[in-house]
């Protein structure tokens, strides 16, 4: 069955730090351009980072400096360090596999370009 399946997501206090995995099945997790994902409440979805094939980095601007992007290959699995979280980091997060090629940052972000998503898992930043 080709899924992936997040973990790691919870309640932390502003400038605390989390690791969300997502466990990929069905297909090669490094073999694809993966992206994570975001919704904070009552807002669209916003692009957070990439890891390209090649293992290259992108991240928006929003998180770049405290994020990581990271992927274990023997795990089949993708990961995002979070640190220095703030309160507008409130979101549901979800991985995601790009059907072909990679997002190029700063250009619109479209949910059709990816065609696994992980059931999303809730980040909370509150004191």
């Known amino acids: 069955q080709v899924q992936l399946v997040e973990s790691g997501g919870g309640l932390v206090q502003p400038g605390g730090s989390l690791r969300l995995s997502c466990a990929g099945s069905g297909f090669t997790v490094s073999s694809y351009a993966m992206s994570w994902v975001r919704q904070a409440p009552g807002k669209g979805l916003e692009w957070v980072s990439q890891?390209?094939?090649?293992?290259?980095?992108t991240y928006a601007e929003s998180v770049k400096g405290r994020f990581t992007i990271s992927r274990d290959s023997a795990k089949n699995t993708l990961y995002l360090q979070m640190n220095s979280l703030k309160l507008e980091d409130t979101a549901v997060y979800y991985c995601?596999?790009?059907?072909?090629?990679?997002?190029?940052?700063?250009?619109?972000?479209?949910?059709?370009?990816?065609?696994?998503w992980g059931q999303g898992t809730q980040v909370t930043v509150s004191s």
């Open positions: 890891i390209r094939t090649g293992g290259s980095t």
């Open positions: 995601a596999k790009r059907r072909r090629g990679f997002f190029v940052s700063g250009t619109e972000f479209r949910k059709d370009d990816y065609d696994i």
